[in-house]
């Protein structure tokens, strides 16, 4: 089963935020990058299929700058077989410059499956899987957190609002997946050393025009300091009346 | 639809992220920061949340050793052909050093597998031994022991008087062994002997005994306020007789055991960095949370000549790990190098842990919290792989040329 | 052309309270350019029965796709009938909720009509005649102010932030046509296990943390929420770790993010991941026995005292603002 997954270096979760000098982007001073954690479930979905399927090949592609050959290098660690980088000194923040850019690459892939996380924990876009499908004509489910596959047919599961969706679909598929679809397995220390060994093929990434432009980045505002508004049970009607008059959301 | 995934492996478990004040990470390698990630996320998401039960309960959590077999824990510093990892000794000590932010008696368990019955095996064993046992060790199959301390002779193993005797098919084996983490749980005990007169150490050799040979026994030592999360043991050898091929062939004399103890030492010396890094971040995560006399107790003077005095020492003792690791890597790492490491970094650990329970008020004698858990296993550490006291003089004969032994 | 279309959301024949808001936030859109706003709505037959009630929040047109293969969300001919209609209506944009089903669809939308897409954005302008947004990132750390650089511009707009008031328009219905193709079938929809309101859709949240003390003493937090009677209950992560809770509950960095009009924390300190997930809620409300609990800090309002005594005399209060 061959099978592609596009991942991306991300800032960690837990890093602090300071706006950069250009006052459009953050200061990557001290930053740690990591593989977006929404991409190792689908590094991991990726993982499973070929082995479940007896034998394939799974395809780590990324975009970004030079360094995202490390983020790259743990998906080889975690099993994945080759990698791609698509080079590009910044990534846009058009996110379908970079579903152009993704699905150049995938067209003649032959791909069976082509996975993603469904959204990178820096941009929040949702959008480059989707896209990637509807620019390459093919069946797409976001946010699976289920899914079965059987003879070139699938049926996943989404979470919606009070409801789980479950979406049928033939392959080749484009899935992203969502936290829960299954349970990414650390990169084992044989693997972080295998990878070193593993080939990652570098081109230029044929992005298309950047028609999203951050014109600002900025903290967000503080909130404003509340108040207590009294003691116990009879602090109650006062509690009522401000938030009838003064937030007036009663 | 759930929100953002944070944490790597898509747990809920609270995360580590490491103490670097001098960003020695720019000073390892993209592989050995890697190895660093996967053993910490491991601690934080398998160890961590199940430790303070075990370690209350006196339970080593021997479920985790398929997990830590499977990511190549076990002997990770030994040749891939054997079923090892084959990571350099930096990435050794930064897996040393994970584990032991966790549990200083789990680390013990990885550090007995890898420096005190897989190095020896591959460092004086022949070919078949290190087939026949390496694999199935690395793959946390097989449980080892080491068996060299006995009731009367700890920091003098030399005076030994576990016995083995030669016979037409092999050895006879007696003795008792005392102190023995994994002694209960192991398949496999490497037990040291004298094979000559009881006052020639140089006729010490090592043995490769099967657990279940008739006339072996392991107990539990009971009543441990320290290691708790370990097993430690009395082994007792009454007429155990095993075949020639239990011989380790290349071992000869004390320094052998001894090497081993400098594999283990080198390694114990980075993860007293990680108990102190663990130990320090809850106190400074406290800190900044903890409210009296309307501010953060992180805002009074002595709490912070506190924080300053352990951040220095943690600085100090990664910087003396990484370069010795460095030398090891090399080829030049001496014994006396190690025991500077081990004797400075787990000094600076207890005292770290000390100040650490002593920051966190009340609360810190609490098992939720980890400082003084950590207070209590790094006195074993303290104590044990050579006391503080031995690496004292190993030291000073090493500087003098005169020993103070005796 | 300044025109706007706002693309709805129905569920069971029934337009979606995210419809409102996008329909809303598309009117002052289209104001501020000096243009009309269509809605969109796709449905099953019968679907356009539901199209009147839109007028009333601002739109000058309902387009209503109907199809039998359109009552459950039919993702590709959703998106080709959205494309389509705005492409016919040379629109400078085109909104969506940023619901489940909106997040999945406008990326759709945006590829299919080569324009470019901001999602889950809090405001929406123009500026220069271009349209302009902000939007979260980083988990909220931080603010983005984007530009659009192109003719139709693609934007789905966070749930509960754009809240509908009244501008009465003509709101004329016309059909267009449902593009019918399908790539992936919706084949069922599961109802959740409980069937309620979700935390990140309601307009106001009540949370209860690790000073409930235990799980049967969650029954005063739903009855808070049932009081008010269209709020959802939510969860601090200490609770959902400890299985008191449904993880479908949890509100912070690791659950969800939610920014209702209240959000009332009952018995939650206020670890800084949970803040992450509730901190742009437009009046927060906490109830502790620590007066040095942190959600004070991020509280508007906050009670000291036992929450056991406060909260039921809380929802006798709700309770009687909302009948009498």
């Given at each position: ?31 740690k ?21 007896g ?6 592609i990324?975009?970004?700058p ?6 790259i ?14 080079k590009?000194?910044?990534?846009p923040?058009?996110?379908?410059a ?5 699905a ?9 499956l ?11 876009n ?6 990637v499908a ?15 596959l059987?003879g070139?047919?699938?049926?996943a ?24 679809l ?10 972080i ?30 909130r404003?300091?509340?108040r207590?508004v009294?003691?116990g ?15 007036k959301?009663? | 639809?759930?929100?953002?995934a ?7 478990a ?38 303070a ?8 959590p021997?479920h ?20 090892c ?15 032991e ?10 550090s ?34 080491f068996?060299l ?44 002997a ?13 043995f ?18 320290s ?16 075949g020639?091929?239990?011989l ?12 081993c ?23 400074l ?6 409210v ?14 506190r924080?300053?005095q ?10 003396l790990?990484?370069q ?19 004797r ?6 207890c ?55 005796e | 052309m300044?025109?706007?279309l ?5 569920r ?36 356009g029965?539901?199209?009147a ?21 039919a993702?590709?001919?959703?998106a ?6 705005a492409k ?12 489940a089903?909106?997040?999945d669809?406008a ?8 324009a ?23 988990a ?42 399908a ?13 309620r ?13 690790r000073?409930?003390?235990g ?26 770790d ?26 939650i300190?206020?670890?800084?991941q949970?803040?992450?997930g ?47």
């Open positions: 089963m061959k099978i592609a997954v596009c991942i991306k270096r991300t800032p960690d979760t837990e890093t602090r935020v300071r706006i950069a000098a250009d006052g459009v982007s953050l200061d990557e001073t001290g930053v990058f990591i593989l977006n954690p929404y991409d190792e479930f689908a590094v991991e979905e990726a993982l499973q299929r070929k082995e479940k399927a034998s394939g090949e799974v395809v780590a990324a975009l970004g030079d360094v995202a050959q490390e983020t290098r743990s998906a080889l660690a975690m099993g994945a077989d080759r990698g791609v980088l698509l590009a000194d910044k990534v923040a058009d996110a379908l970079v579903a152009k850019a993704l150049a690459e995938l067209k003649d892939g032959g791909y069976d082509i996975l993603f996380g469904k959204m990178a924990v820096d941009d929040y949702h959008a480059a899987g989707p896209m509807e620019l390459l004509g093919l069946p797409c489910v976001t946010a699976i957190s289920k899914l079965e059987e070139g047919k699938g049926v599961e989404r979470e919606i609002e009070g409801g789980v969706e479950v979406v049928e679909f033939a392959l080749p598929a484009v899935l992203t997946a969502e936290k829960g299954n349970t990414p397995r650390y990169p084992a220390l044989k693997g050393m295998a990878a070193k060994k593993k080939p990652i093929e570098s081109r230029p990434a044929a992005l298309g025009p950047a028609r999203v432009v951050v014109s600002a980045l900025a903290l967000p505002p503080e404003q300091a509340g207590i009294g003691e049970p009879d602090a109650v009607p006062e509690l009522m009346r401000l938030l009838r008059t003064e937030a959301v009663l | 639809m759930s929100g953002p944070t944490t790597t492996r898509g747990t809920m609270p995360r580590f992220n490491g103490v670097d004040f001098y960003d020695t990470a720019s000073l390892l390698s993209e592989e050995e920061r890697a190895v660093r990630d996967t053993v910490r996320a491991w601690v934080d998401d398998k160890l961590a949340p199940i430790i039960e075990h370690y209350l309960e006196g339970r080593f021997l985790l050793v398929p997990q830590m077999a499977e990511l190549g824990f076990f002997g990770a510093n030994l040749p891939e052909e054997y079923g990892a084959g990571l350099n000794n930096v990435a050794y000590g930064l897996i040393m050093q994970e584990l932010r966790g549990d200083s008696g789990v680390r013990s368990f990885a007995v597998q890898g420096a005190l019955v897989m190095y020896p095996i591959h460092a004086f064993g022949s070919e078949e031994q290190k087939k026949r046992w390496l694999p199935k060790m690395a793959a946390g199959e097989v449980i080892g022991c068996g301390t006995e009731p009367d002779y700890g920091s003098n193993p030399g005076g030994m008087i576990t016995t083995a005797r030669e016979t037409k098919d092999g050895w006879l084996l007696n003795g008792a062994k005392m102190w023995i983490t994994n002694g209960s749980t192991a398949k496999v005990a490497i037990i040291w004298k094979a000559g007169a009881l006052d020639d150490p140089s006729s010490i050799r090592g490769v005994v099967p657990t279940d040979t008739p006339g072996f026994s392991a107990r539990d030592q009971r009543g441990k306020l290691l708790r999360a370990s097993d430690t043991s009395e082994l007792v050898l009454q007429d155990v007789k095993v020639k091929d239990a380790l062939p290349k071992s000869k004399g004390l320094k052998s055991p001894l090497s103890l400098t594999q283990a030492r080198y390694g114990i010396a980075w993860g007293a960095v990680g108990a102190a890094m663990g130990c320090y971040e809850e106190a995560s406290y800190a900044k949370q903890r009296m006399f309307g501010k953060p107790i992180a805002g009074f003077q002595l709490q912070q000549e924080l300053a352990m951040l220095t020492e943690i600085t100090k003792a990664q910087l790990v990484l010795l690791g460095r030398l090891k890597d090399r080829g030049k790492a001496t014994p006396a190098q190690v025991s500077l490491a081990k400075n970094n787990v000094n600076m650990a005292e770290i842990a000390r100040e650490a329970r002593r920051l966190l008020g009340a609360n810190g004698i609490l098992v939720e919290y980890t400082a003084m858990r950590h207070l209590a296993n790094l006195e074993s550490v303290y104590t044990y792989e050579g006391t503080h006291d031995m690496h004292t003089l190993i030291l000073g004969e090493e500087i003098t040329g005169i020993s103070a032994f | 300044a025109n706007v706002a693309v709805t959301e129905q069971d024949g029934g337009l979606r309270k995210t419809s409102h808001e996008v329909v809303w936030a598309a009117r002052q859109l289209a104001d501020a350019m000096g243009g009309k706003v269509d809605a969109l709505v796709l449905g099953a037959p019968g679907v029965a539901a199209a009630s839109l007028g009333e929040v601002g739109a000058d047109r309902v387009l209503v796709a109907e199809s039998a293969a359109f009552g459950k969300y993702p590709d001919g959703y080709a009938t959205a494309a389509t209609a016919a209506g040379g629109y400078a944009a085109v909104l969506v909720a940023a619901t089903t909106g997040k669809l990326p759709r939308i945006a590829a299919a009509l080569d470019p897409l901001a999602t889950d954005v809090t405001a929406v302008g123009s500026a220069g005649g271009k349209v302009t947004a902000t939007r979260p990132v980083y909220g750390r931080a603010i983005q102010q984007v530009a659009f650089d192109a003719p139709v511009a693609v934007v789905s707009v966070r749930p509960n932030t754009f809240v509908p008031g009244k501008a009465g328009k003509p709101g004329v219905v016309e059909k267009v046509q449902a593009m019918e193709v790539r992936v079938v919706v084949r069922e929809v599961k109802a959740a296990a409980q069937g309101l979700d935390v990140a859709e309601a307009s106001v949240v009540v949370s209860g943390g000073g409930m003390k799980p049967e003493h969650f029954a005063l937090i739903e009855g808070l929420a049932k009081a008010f009677g269209n709020a959802a209950v939510g969860a601090s992560r200490a609770v959902v400890a299985g008191w809770r449904p993880h479908a509950e949890q509100v912070g960095q690791t659950g969800k993010t939610v920014s209702p009009q209240l959000y009332v924390a009952v018995g300190s206020g670890a800084i949970h803040l992450a509730m901190k742009t809620a437009k009046v927060i409300v906490a109830i502790n026995k620590d007066k040095d609990a942190p959600i004070f800090q991020v509280a508007d309002y906050g009670i000291v005292g036992d929450l056991f005594e406060i909260v039921p005399r809380l929802t006798e209060e709700i309770a009687k603002a909302r009948t009498g």
